[in-house]
């Protein structure tokens, strides 16, 4: 019952909003508040599309329209993204993941300039957030729904592209931020352009002393786990001639992340820490050919990643500790074909290649034996070949159809589809969308290799890949010139989920369901005014257990306002997060636990002194509200930070 309520009241806030800012720019008209903007992606079909012509439930996020400063987090960029909740453990350094539509990390493409991040040696093969920066990103678009037939192997649940900024013209600048939790940062990026040669060179260093990864208000629980972090970036382009480029980049990022045994009483570990080291190359080849109807792209990726585990025996754990080594690389190539047929028809077809490799150990010492676990050093590869249609048969009606066919080195063909209808009705100012596709995703290196144990099995050679077959439907409606709203159903169904059991290994047995609404509000209320707002209900089940799945919120629901005056910036927004399901470790067997439902509220300001310098202060947290994103683990109560941004 209060399950239910808590939904409906959800939708009358929502509903409330909408009729509000409708009745309030009726009578405002005379102020001009700006047009609601559509915007260009090139994620949802790998070409610039307007995103009104884009079938694809997709939303960008610019970081010059989020509160200045504040755009490196995650738990920022993503939180008015309706079908998104990020979760992590404790603060920086902590493992970040994010759901989209209910399925975790690892179950999406996570990407930078469309150069891949997944973790090949991570056991799922996941992204974590948290090791990577995020200051040079320029833009994200994110892409919900079933993306293989496009990206390949992961993208069961969507794509995640962040974008840098390009080095388009003359530009210094320069960040630095203070705050709670003995918290700073600086970034310096400058950027030039000379005749046909375009660089960008950044720097990025920031520390914190952090909270308990293991949650403070259990016993046991007082040493904070401090986190530090620099990263460097390079960006080269040279145009040759108007229809031929070569772009260069390459970033560096160094960390070190102290944490805590586990989440729950007396978790904490005061000297077990991470060192992580990843580099990451990018080559890309741009021409156009036969009067610009044909153009390729040739794109060669290197990640190369080190993450080194270190927690020896301390006084709270006197005679036990281990240590760990994780090592991978991924190298891809993606040779892109976009064949413009005619105005309103377009081609995109290609071929890409993946190999990764990776290789682990593990060591635990106690009284008790020592207990190993090493993958040794192994790799697979993945071959695709991709086929898209775009065509456009009347100005109102957009199709797309696409075929993809994957070839893995140990489990062979993989087939997938996706099919996407946009429909625009201009005189009631509406557009309906639709889409049906399946993914895929080949088992990780260490699914299939990792070696048995004296328990059993764990790695299985002989792994299926996962899979999914997915839809959505959707209305997108324009109020007036300066209020639009969307609604969006959505279900998906995954089967051969890659499950560990005790005494026989990771198998293909698990059976999955997520279904859901996505409502979003756009409103320009005046003219420096603007109001966005999210809501998502969700439903993911496991199909075997017909339980929940766990730390998936049933609703969401983020509400951000900006308002501009001369000099002065304000953003006000307010987070609510659903109750969930999760499971409590420190008791055996795991018990399951509820945590409760939390409502954040976030305040910004900034004031631009004179036109190249600009101040900032954030309150985050503003009430102080006690939550957890993960049972037994840490989150922040009220911070306070303080900067400037300065632009040459």
């Not at 998502?536 to 998936?552: C, E, K, N, P, Q």
Request: aromatic share 12%.
């Amino acid at each position: 019952m209060k399950r239910n309520l808590s939904a409906h009241l959800l939708i009358l806030a929502l509903l409330g909003l909408i009729f509000f800012s409708h009745f309030k720019l009726l009578a405002e008209e005379e102020t001009q508040p700006p047009k609601i903007q559509h915007e260009i992606v090139v994620t949802a079909t790998r070409l610039e599309t307007p995103v009104k012509e884009t079938a694809s439930a997709i939303s960008l996020v610019r970081t010059d329209k989020l509160p200045p400063g504040a755009s490196t987090r995650p738990e920022v960029l993503f939180a008015g993204v309706p079908g998104l909740f990020f979760i992590q453990t404790g603060l920086a350094g902590g493992t970040g993941s994010l759901f989209i539509r209910g399925a975790s990390s690892e179950h999406a493409v996570f990407m930078i300039d469309g150069l891949e991040l997944n973790d090949p040696v991570s056991p799922s093969r996941s992204f974590n957030f948290n090791l990577f920066n995020l200051s040079l990103v320029d833009r994200v678009e994110i892409l919900r729904g079933p993306q293989s037939t496009l990206y390949g192997s992961d993208a069961l649940a969507g794509v995640v592209n962040l974008i840098t900024a390009e080095p388009m013209k003359n530009e210094i600048n320069v960040t630095g931020l203070f705050g709670s939790l003995k918290t700073g940062q600086a970034n310096f990026r400058v950027s030039r352009t000379r005749k046909n040669f375009f660089w960008l060179a950044e720097f990025n260093a920031c520390t914190t002393g952090g909270i308990s990864q293991a949650g403070s208000r259990y016993p046991g629980n007082t040493e904070a786990d401090g986190y530090s972090q620099q990263s460097l970036a390079l960006k080269l382009s040279y145009r040759f001639s108007p229809w031929l480029r070569l772009s260069w980049q390459t970033r560096g990022l160094l960390a070190r992340a102290e944490l805590d045994a586990f989440g729950g009483p007396f978790g904490d570990d005061p000297n077990s820490s991470q060192k992580s080291r990843f580099i990451f190359n990018r080559l890309e080849l741009d021409g156009f050919f036969l009067h610009h109807r044909w153009e390729q792209k040739l794109v060669f990726g290197l990640e190369d990643g080190r993450r080194e585990n270190d927690n020896p025996a301390d006084e709270l754990h006197p005679e036990e500790g281990d240590r760990a080594l994780y090592r991978s690389r991924l190298f891809k190539v993606d040779w892109q074909n976009n064949l413009f047929l005619a105005a309103n028809h377009t081609l995109v077809f290609g071929a890409d290649f993946r190999q990764e490799q990776g290789s682990s150990s593990y060591l635990y010492f106690s009284p008790w034996g020592n207990y190993e676990s090493n993958l040794p050093h192994k790799s697979a590869s993945l071959f695709g070949l991709y086929l898209q249609d775009q065509w456009k048969p009347w100005r109102r009606l957009s199709l797309t159809a696409g075929l993809r066919s994957d070839r893995h080195r140990h489990f062979g063909r993989a087939l997938t589809f996706r099919t996407a209808v946009c429909l625009d009705l201009p005189e009631i100012g509406a557009r309906i969308k639709s889409t049906v596709g399946s993914g895929f995703k080949a088992p990780s290196l260490y699914q299939l290799y990792a070696p048995a144990d004296y328990l059993g099995p764990v790695g299985n050679p002989g792994l299926k890949p996962e899979r999914n077959l997915g839809w959505d439907a959707g209305l997108e409606k324009e109020l007036s010139h300066s209020l639009a709203i969307s609604l969006t159903y959505f279900e998906s169904r995954y089967r051969n989920l890659i499950q560990f059991y005790f005494g026989s290994g990771y198998q293909n047995l698990g059976r999955a369901r997520s279904r859901g609404l996505e409502a979003s509000l756009e409103a320009n209320l005046f003219k420096n005014m603007h109001l966005s707002s999210g809501w998502t209900h969700l439903r993911a089940t496991d199909l075997d257990s017909g339980s929940r799945l766990l730390r998936r919120p049933e609703n969401t629901f983020h509400l951000r306002l900006n308002l501009a005056h001369k000099s002065l910036g304000l953003a006000a927004e307010l987070n609510h997060i659903g109750p969930r399901l999760d499971l409590d470790y420190s008791s055996y067997p795991p018990r399951t636990a509820k945590l409760r439902a939390a409502t954040l509220a976030n305040l910004f300001l900034s004031y631009e002194l004179k036109s190249p310098l600009t101040l900032f202060l954030h309150v985050e947290n503003l009430f102080n509200a006690r939550y957890e994103l993960i049972y037994g683990y840490g989150s922040p109560g009220t911070t306070i930070s303080t900067g400037f941004k300065l632009k040459l």
